[in-house]
């Protein structure tokens, strides 16, 4: 049986940095890999990874969870470029679950795991290496804010970043809307479906003059 070793990014996090995970097979649970992202949400993120993939490409997934962002990135892939994916991964079970469906890739030198926080592991990565990054981490303001700043630098020119959750631009809803949004940047509750807090950061960094795909919860933003 083949050992999968993690990279552990960050002296803070809880797991002890010398653990082993251990996939014990190769089948992917498709139905726990689609419930992250709508099939239109797919679509739009294979297509944007169409248009940087070649042999040198170097995605980076911040947020991934059970690996369903990650999949998509691979696919298109097919065995060329690398990805990086980076999560916390505090819950072990879904770690477990990421190992298990994406086994072959992270054997296959194809992707590469990093158990970390975004502010962290963004210290490991020089400025204007990554041809995508994808962000669906921590939806508050605050972290959302953070991580586009964060990021944006370490994003090609000709590249894009991009995220997840993007309901619609701030300046397309109604004032008594955006005073609902502003009021729950830390905690979504709003009465309509809207992340606040991803909605809010779009705006505060770009003014929102980034793009939604149509149809989609997709954002990005061309470099």
């Given at each position: 049986?083949d050992?999968?070793?993690?990279?552990?990014?960050s002296?803070?996090?809880?797991?002890q940095t010398n653990?082993v995970f251990?996939g014990e097979?190769?089948i992917?649970d498709?139905?726990?890999?689609?419930a992250?992202?709508s099939?239109?949400?797919?679509?739009?993120?294979?297509d944007?990874?169409?248009?940087?993939?070649?042999?040198?490409?170097?995605?980076a997934d911040?947020?991934c969870?059970?690996?369903?962002?990650?999949s998509?990135?691979?696919?298109v892939?097919?065995?060329?470029?690398?990805?990086?994916?980076i999560?916390?991964?505090e819950?072990?079970?879904?770690?477990?679950d990421?190992?298990?469906?994406?086994?072959?890739?992270?054997i296959?030198?194809?992707?590469i795991?990093?158990?970390?926080?975004?502010?962290?592991?963004?210290?490991?990565?020089?400025n204007?290496i990554f041809?995508?990054?994808?962000i669906?981490?921590?939806?508050?303001y605050?972290?959302?804010k953070?991580?586009?700043?964060?990021?944006l630098?370490k994003?090609k020119k000709?590249?894009f970043l991009?995220?997840?959750?993007?309901?619609g631009?701030?300046?397309s809803?109604?004032l008594?809307?955006?005073?609902?949004?502003?009021?729950?940047?830390?905690n979504?509750?709003?009465?309509?479906?809207?992340?606040?807090g991803v909605?809010?950061a779009?705006?505060?960094?770009?003014n929102?003059?980034y793009?939604?795909?149509?149809?989609s919860r997709i954002?990005?933003?061309?470099?």
């Amino acid at each position: 049986m083949d050992t999968i070793y993690c990279v552990f990014a960050s002296p803070y996090h809880k797991i002890q940095t010398n653990k082993v995970f251990k996939g014990e097979n190769a089948i992917t649970d498709s139905a726990k890999v689609k419930a992250e992202l709508s099939f239109l949400d797919g679509v739009a993120l294979a297509d944007l990874a169409k248009k940087v993939a070649c042999d040198s490409t170097l995605i980076a997934d911040i947020g991934c969870y059970r690996g369903g962002s990650s999949s998509v990135f691979l696919q298109v892939l097919y065995g060329r470029g690398l990805v990086i994916s980076i999560d916390p991964w505090e819950n072990l079970e879904i770690l477990d679950d990421f190992l298990r469906q994406l086994r072959p890739f992270v054997i296959g030198n194809l992707l590469i795991p990093i158990i970390s926080y975004s502010a962290h592991a963004v210290k490991l990565f020089a400025n204007e290496i990554f041809d995508l990054i994808f962000i669906d981490a921590d939806h508050t303001y605050k972290s959302v804010k953070q991580d586009i700043e964060l990021w944006l630098p370490k994003v090609k020119k000709g590249g894009f970043l991009c995220g997840h959750d993007c309901d619609g631009k701030y300046l397309s809803y109604s004032l008594e809307e955006r005073a609902e949004i502003d009021a729950n940047l830390e905690n979504e509750q709003t009465s309509f479906e809207c992340h606040a807090g991803v909605t809010r950061a779009l705006y505060d960094v770009f003014n929102d003059e980034y793009e939604k795909v149509t149809m989609s919860r997709i954002w990005f933003k061309a470099l």
